[in-house]
C-alpha cells in the first residue's frame, strides 16, 4: 500500500520560502525510482491544479505561474520527493498535495488524472 506524506508548510510572508516534503512508504527502491510525481494544489475556492512534477528520468514540468520560483526535485534513496517555493506570492496560498504514479513518464504531468496516489496535503499560507 502506497502512502504519501506532506510536510513543510506553514506561513511565510511574501517575497520568502518554503521547501515542501512528501515521503513515500509502500515502495521499493526501484518501483520509486521509476515514478512519475507531482505537486498540485488547491486554493479556496478553485479547482486543484498542478504546480511541478518529475518523471523517473527526472524530466520537469511546471505550471506557468511558478516557473523560476519553484524547484521540484526527487530523493530515490530517501524515498522523498521536495518542492522549493521561492519568492512566495499570496496567491501561492493553497493546500499543496503530493501525487504519484507508477508509471515512469506521461505526456500530460500536470494533470491529476495521470496520478493514481496522493497525500492528505500540507497548507502554505502567504501573506502580503
Known amino acids: 500500500q502506497v502512502q504519501l506524506v506532506e510536510s513543510g508548510g506553514g506561513s511565510v510572508q511574501a517575497g520568502g520560502s518554503l521547501r515542501l516534503s512528501c515521503v513515500a512508504s509502500?515502495?521499493?527502491?526501484?518501483?520509486?525510482?521509476?515514478?512519475?510525481m507531482g505537486w498540485f494544489r488547491q486554493a479556496p475556492g478553485r479547482e486543484r491544479e498542478g504546480v511541478a512534477s518529475?518523471?523517473?528520468?527526472?524530466?520537469?514540468s511546471y505550471a506557468d505561474s511558478v516557473k523560476d520560483r519553484f524547484t521540484i526535485s526527487k530523493d530515490n534513496a530517501k524515498r522523498t520527493l521536495y518542492l522549493q517555493m521561492n519568492s512566495l506570492k499570496p496567491e501561492d496560498t493553497a493546500m499543496y498535495y503530493c501525487a504519484a504514479d507508477q508509471k515512469s513518464y506521461t505526456d500530460y504531468p500536470l494533470r491529476e488524472n495521470e496520478y493514481a496516489y496522493w497525500g492528505q496535503g500540507t497548507r502554505v499560507t502567504v501573506s502580503s
Open positions: 518529475i518523471s523517473s528520468d527526472d524530466t520537469t
Open positions: 509502500g515502495y521499493s527502491f526501484i518501483s520509486y525510482r521509476r515514478n512519475c
